[in-house]
């Protein structure tokens, strides 16, 4: 398949997502939910030259896209100064997003898939209740929970469709820009798990939210973010590169992706 023809399967899987969990009601309250290009380029790759029609691979993306929308959708009811009308629908849309993939993979006749997804989803709450308690643990387990919240559901897909050499990847390239996504939050003023986790690591006794902590505390939690970020940037960087196969955007996603940041923390330590 050429670079035209992936961008277009893409962009055909994405825009199929898009029209599925359209709704004028929920649409009113809370925000769309977050198409994420980089998963759907993973799964595609991992279907790549199998004996699907093009029909089969859209709906079989869609479905694990569906999936992975509902388990983020129902992980932001984190607020509790948000309007209490807007958290019930939250919740009600990860509930609807998640009937959604039933749907899809009605079309397909895949009951097996149904059961592989379903262990997926379980495994996926389990390592999410584990984040949330953080007992007995410190940085690096947590790390490695968050590892597995974010790639448990592509993991079974892969293992399910054979495509176990993707599987390292996947899990270091949606560690990394869950990883990014937490930073920039925390340094945007708004909740991040990572950060709170890794204040309740380093400041044992600390009540305050990270967003109340001391100059100083922030900037030590900061301090251990970038590093935890760091080595999941060389993780990414080594599964990158011994990975065959994969298909061309979603390597050069890959390198633009370690590029920015690379640029980004040379430009961070000039200006230091």
Same mark, same amino acid.
Request: with cysteine; glycine share 6%; charged share 25%.
């Given at each position: 398949?050429?670079?035209?023809?992936?961008?277009?399967?893409?962009?055909?899987?994405?825009?199929?997502?898009?029209? $599925?969990?359209?709704?004028? #009601?929920?649409?009113?309250?809370?925000?769309?939910?977050?198409?994420?290009?980089?998963?759907?380029?993973?799964?595609?790759?991992?279907?790549?030259?199998?004996?699907?029609?093009?029909?089969?691979?859209?709906?079989?993306?869609?479905?694990?896209?569906?999936?992975?929308?509902?388990?983020?959708?129902?992980?932001?009811?984190?607020?509790?100064?948000?309007?209490?009308?807007? !958290?019930?629908?939250?919740?009600?849309?990860?509930?609807?997003?998640?009937?959604?993939? #039933?749907?899809?993979?009605?079309?397909?006749?895949?009951?097996?898939?149904?059961?592989?997804?379903?262990?997926?989803?379980?495994?996926?709450?389990? #390592?999410?209740?584990?984040?949330?308690?953080?007992?007995?643990?410190?940085?690096?387990?947590?790390?490695? +929970?968050?590892?597995?919240?974010?790639?448990?559901?592509?993991?079974?897909?892969?293992?399910?469709?054979?495509?176990?050499?993707?599987?390292?990847?996947?899990?270091?390239?949606?560690?990394?820009? !869950?990883?990014?996504?937490?930073?920039?939050?925390? $340094?945007?003023?708004?909740?991040?798990?990572?950060?709170?986790?890794?204040?309740?690591?380093?400041?044992?006794?600390?009540?305050?939210?990270?967003?109340?902590?001391? +100059?100083?505390?922030?900037?030590?939690?900061?301090?251990?973010?970038?590093?935890?970020?760091?080595?999941?940037? +060389?993780?990414?960087?080594?599964?990158?590169?011994?990975?065959?196969?994969?298909?061309?955007?979603?390597?050069?996603?890959?390198?633009?992706?370690?590029?920015?940041?690379?640029?980004?923390?040379?430009? #961070?330590? $000039?200006?230091?």
């Amino acid at each position: 398949m050429s670079l035209l023809e992936r961008e277009q399967q893409v962009a055909a899987i994405k825009k199929l997502i898009e029209q $599925e969990v359209a709704h004028d #009601y929920l649409n009113q309250y809370i925000d769309a939910p977050y198409i994420d290009e980089d998963r759907i380029l993973l799964l595609t790759t991992s279907l790549a030259g199998q004996p699907y029609s093009e029909n089969e691979v859209k709906q079989f993306v869609a479905t694990a896209m569906l999936i992975q929308i509902a388990l983020d959708t129902h992980e932001k009811v984190t607020n509790v100064n948000e309007k209490q009308r807007n !958290r019930q629908l939250t919740v009600l849309a990860g509930d609807y997003f998640s009937s959604l993939y #039933y749907k899809l993979l009605a079309g397909v006749r895949n009951v097996k898939l149904v059961g592989v997804l379903a262990e997926g989803i379980k495994s996926v709450n389990e #390592y999410k209740v584990m984040l949330y308690r953080l007992d007995d643990s410190d940085a690096e387990t947590f790390v490695g +929970h968050l590892k597995k919240t974010e790639s448990g559901i592509i993991t079974k897909f892969m293992q399910f469709f054979n495509s176990q050499p993707l599987i390292r990847l996947s899990e270091e390239l949606l560690l990394f820009n !869950r990883l990014l996504r937490e930073k920039e939050m925390a $340094e945007s003023g708004g909740y991040s798990m990572l950060l709170d986790a890794l204040k309740t690591f380093t400041f044992p006794g600390e009540k305050r939210p990270f967003q109340q902590l001391p +100059h100083d505390k922030k900037r030590i939690l900061f301090y251990r973010c970038e590093n935890i970020v760091k080595e999941s940037f +060389h993780a990414l960087q080594g599964a990158s590169e011994t990975v065959s196969g994969a298909n061309q955007m979603l390597l050069d996603r890959i390198r633009l992706l370690l590029g920015r940041y690379a640029n980004t923390t040379r430009l #961070y330590a $000039e200006e230091g």
